[in-house]
């Protein structure tokens, strides 16, 4: 063992299962390691390095505010804060966004939003926020009771109350919800990230939206992994034929600096009040001017040129072998594989590529802006690895 993960033993709390790499620089899709070897990243940092590391377009507009001011608090106006929601609006039709730090951070701000809203327009007993088994919203002790994987909750009860749980895809199960309980919100993930890259299917959106419509129950989006261009769209809720009162982001928002955006519409824009909400760091200038950089750069030719390397990624990994089969959505992509995903992604590793999981698939979120040259060397180990008995 290394110096660096000898201290990372010693002093570092004991959460994160490392891969044995240590970050030593990168450029683009590039990691290069303390040893001087190379990597294709195929991870970006859990889709945060939207276009990559160290971009240089990025780089310059957080230098350039970093030279100017780093942080204000909310006590005062600054420009990239309004510049940011601005543009997140105009993009979206949204009305109105509150800032913070992480997914975690923009989940919470939702449901206390579908809480007030639910309490003013319907009464305090509608509070039960439906979502999703197998969804991933945060491990905060509320995001985490909405969360609906029970390997996340062991250890930590009691959760915040006001959680139940439909099954993915099934309308007749959100509809028995809404009858026995007192229904403020449903909240969902497009495509479930951590669930192990499930998209939900079409009719189960729009039939969740008709019951909310129909019940006056927001519906809530988390678009913080599939969210800022990695679907190719800027939302993955673009895919769909739905509209949320709420969505939420994070992840790649930033392109590497770490701020949480939550969205409301019209009939959410006002639930907030002063003092009703709140978070110190929340909408840093520098963090801000990141994320105006990576969302203003997110345009139709970028969110083209992800549905064709998607495209190009399921037509190279469809029915190759020992690839079992392949799910997602534009640069997040989910792989079944005949060998153990964990086994893949070290195999990968040893040769040059760095690959994540989520359950028991191989996943992949590329940089939106990856060469395609890099792409392909990166998806021919792949193949290899997963074809190598
Ligand atoms: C990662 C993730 C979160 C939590 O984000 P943090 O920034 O780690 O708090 C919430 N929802 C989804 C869908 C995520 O993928």
Redo the contacts with the bound molecule.
């Keep these: 063992m290394g110096y660096i993960t000898e201290l990372d033993k010693r002093y570092i709390a004991n959460t994160y299962a490392r891969f044995p790499v240590v970050v030593a620089s990168g450029k683009g899709s590039i990691i290069t390691d303390i040893h001087g070897n190379k990597y294709i990243d195929l991870g970006t940092g ?1 889709s945060v390095n939207t276009f990559g590391i160290a971009d240089d377009a990025w780089q310059d507009a957080v230098i350039a505010q970093m030279n100017r001011f780093q942080h204000t608090s909310n006590l005062y106006y600054s420009e990239p804060n309004v510049q940011l929601a601005r543009l997140l609006c105009e993009r979206t039709g949204m009305s109105r966004v509150f800032f913070s730090n ?3 951070e923009a ?1 919470e701000c939702a449901i206390k939003v579908a809480r007030k809203y639910a309490c003013e327009k319907k009464g305090p007993e509608y509070y039960t926020i439906i979502t999703l088994k197998n969804s ?4 905060t002790i509320t995001t985490l009771a909405a969360t609906g994987q029970e390997m996340f909750h062991k250890d930590f009860q009691p959760l915040t109350e006001g959680f139940v749980y439909a099954e993915a895809n099934s309308l007749e199960s959100i509809e028995k919800l809404v009858k026995k309980e007192k229904i403020a919100a449903i909240l969902f ?1 497009v495509v479930q ?2 669930g192990g890259v499930m998209p939900l299917e079409h009719e189960f959106l729009s039939g969740i939206s008709q019951i909310a419509a129909q019940n006056d129950i927001l519906l809530i989006a ?1 678009e ?2 599939i969210g800022n261009g990695r679907s190719g769209e800027l939302y993955g809720y673009m895919h769909y034929d739905i509209s949320p009162d709420i969505f939420t982001t ?2 790649g928002l930033g392109g590497g600096l770490p701020i ?1 955006a939550t969205v409301f519409n019209q009939k959410t824009a006002d639930v907030l009040t002063p003092g009703s909400h709140g978070s110190t760091f929340g909408g840093n200038p520098i963090c801000c001017a990141g994320a105006i950089s990576v969302l203003s750069r997110i345009d139709r030719e970028v969110l083209d040129e992800v549905k064709r390397k998607s495209a190009y990624i399921f037509s190279e990994l469809e029915g190759a072998e020992g690839i079992t089969g392949i799910s997602g959505l534009g640069l997040m992509i989910g792989i079944e594989t005949v060998k153990d995903p964990m086994l893949v992604v070290e195999q990968c590793r040893e040769q040059g590529v760095l690959v994540l999981t989520a359950k028991n698939k191989v996943r992949l979120l590329p940089a939106l802006n990856i060469p395609q040259e890099e792409l392909s060397e990166a998806i021919n180990i792949i193949k290899s690895v997963c074809a190598e008995g």
Aim: negative net charge; aromatic residues 6%.
């Design positions: 859990i992480s997914g975690a989940n991933f919203h945060g491990r993930e990230g951590e988390d913080v992994q994070a992840k949480g």
